[in-house]
């Protein structure tokens, strides 16, 4: 059994817990055979609720909806009020590109085929991600394709081929090779990663986004952060970012220094401002 704050998670019962009811490995789509579940997290009120769809990093191989490298975002989450779901997607090598990119889609649509069981609003949904699922929101966003109305990404990439710079000259990390499925950063190789590329699908439906990134981040450079910023300013399109000066790679890592911690209460105050209340 996991305790936090407002809420409790155990096994796969719904069960509530102060003022929030989780519901836990509720399956939200089954591809190709495979089931990918997401934990729900519901406010006590009649609704419906500003709500917010959590996607974990991992480098497309690693990690969970439930796991502590996003767990600091679920307090601020939960004390801002939002109706908010934490999903697990298909992970590389086993399902590489577009798998991830489908679920995290897919997702959206669960919740809102089913916006009345949560008490969602279906016109009030943003994405949320961090790292390479920092990335996922920024892709599936910048398509829009599920309608969604906000995208809250912590250092993920928005120019794929400007990011893919930084692996020049060094062996190519597993999860690149994994997800991407190539083994170089030759021709072929470049076409495959620009075709993940948020930057090329930004359009007049992308909805406005917020960007939250540390200045010291060694995973991601921080100038991806600044230009998200101007790619969105050149489309005439709502991008504010957040800097955490000083911060390194993780929301994980922000929570040794409570002088980082700020960003919570802007982020929630930013979607409220972006959502409603």
Same mark, same amino acid.
């Given at each position: 059994m996991r305790l936090f704050p407002f809420l409790i998670l155990f096994g796969s019962v719904a069960i509530a817990a102060g003022t929030y009811t989780v519901s836990t490995d509720v399956e939200y789509a089954r591809p190709m055979g495979t089931s990918v579940k997401l934990d729900a997290h519901i406010p006590p009120g009649k609704g419906?609720?500003?709500?917010?769809?959590?996607?974990?990093?991992?480098?497309?191989?690693?990690?969970?909806?439930?796991?502590?490298?996003?767990?600091?975002?679920?307090?601020?989450?939960?004390?801002?009020?939002?109706?908010?779901?934490?999903?697990?997607?298909?992970? /590389?090598?086993? %399902?590489?590109?577009?798998?991830?990119?489908?679920?995290?889609? *897919?997702? @959206?649509?669960? +919740?809102?085929?089913?916006?009345?069981e949560y008490k969602v609003d279906p016109a009030?949904?943003?994405?949320?991600?961090?790292? /390479?699922?920092? %990335?996922?929101?920024?892709?599936?966003?910048?398509?829009?394709? *599920?309608? @969604?109305?906000? +995208?809250?990404?912590?250092?993920?990439?928005?120019?794929?081929?400007?990011?893919a710079k930084g692996l020049e000259g060094k062996p190519l990390p597993k999860g690149v090779q994994d997800f991407f499925q190539i083994d170089k950063l030759d021709a072929a190789g470049l076409a495959k990663i620009r075709e993940t590329s948020p930057a090329i699908y930004l359009n007049a439906k992308t909805p406005p986004f917020l960007v939250i990134h540390g200045t010291k981040d060694q995973a991601v450079h921080y100038s991806q952060a600044t230009l998200t910023v101007e790619l969105f300013k050149k489309l005439g399109?709502?991008?504010?970012?957040?800097?955490?000066?000083?911060?390194?790679?993780?929301?994980?890592?922000?929570?040794?220094?409570?002088?980082l911690w700020g960003y919570k209460t802007e982020m929630v105050a930013w979607l409220h401002k972006t959502l409603g209340r």
């Open positions: 419906p609720f500003p709500t917010v769809i959590l996607v974990h990093g991992g480098g497309w191989t690693a990690g969970d909806k439930a796991g502590k490298i996003i767990e600091p975002l679920f307090e601020p989450l939960t004390r801002g009020g939002f109706a908010w779901f934490s999903i697990n997607y298909r992970l /590389a090598p086993e %399902h590489p590109y577009p798998a991830a990119v489908e679920d995290v889609e *897919a997702a @959206i649509r669960f +919740v809102k085929q089913h916006a009345r009030r949904i943003a994405l949320m991600g961090e790292s /390479a699922g920092g %990335h996922l929101v920024n892709l599936v966003g910048a398509r829009n394709r *599920a309608g @969604i109305a906000a +995208v809250v990404c912590f250092y993920g990439p928005i120019d794929m081929l400007e990011w399109q709502r991008c504010d970012l957040i800097t955490i000066k000083d911060g390194v790679h993780g929301v994980m890592n922000w929570e040794k220094d409570p002088a």
